[in-house]
């Protein structure tokens, strides 16, 4: 059985730094792309970051670009979120993501349960 589970979210001041961690277990990193996602309380959840299975490149949503920073542990079945100069618009809860698909083109996807994250003075 697949987990991935979240850590890392609080309370951070604008223009603070958080570092958001994502541990899966049942699943073996490598073969997986993985990202991140946030809900803000009364909106849609919205796509924040992606990196490929190797770890190799990340992309990252326009609101983001720039302060955020996705990286893949695959020896630790891990990816994180590095959270720079953040704001308040950046309150919301995270979600991490991990999909893939087998050699008959099933895809797979799992989600973490959240980790809230509120940027306030």
């Known amino acids: 059985q697949v987990h991935l589970v979240e850590s890392g979210g609080g309370l951070v001041q604008p223009g603070g730094s958080l570092r958001l961690s994502c541990v899966a277990s049942g699943l073996a990193a490598s073969i997986a792309a993985m990202a991140w996602y946030r809900q803000a309380p009364g909106k849609e959840r919205e796509w924040v970051a992606g990196i490929t299975n190797d770890g190799g490149t990340g992309n990252y949503g326009d609101s983001v670009k720039g302060r955020f920073t996705i990286s893949k542990d695959n020896a630790a079945n891990t990816v994180y979120l590095q959270m720079d100069s953040m704001k308040p618009e950046d309150t919301a809860v995270y979600y991490c993501?991990?999909?893939?698909?087998?050699?008959?083109?099933?895809?797979?996807?799992?989600w973490g349960q959240g980790t809230q994250v509120t940027v306030s003075s």
């Open positions: 993501n991990a999909r893939y698909s087998d050699t008959r083109g099933s895809v797979y996807e799992y």
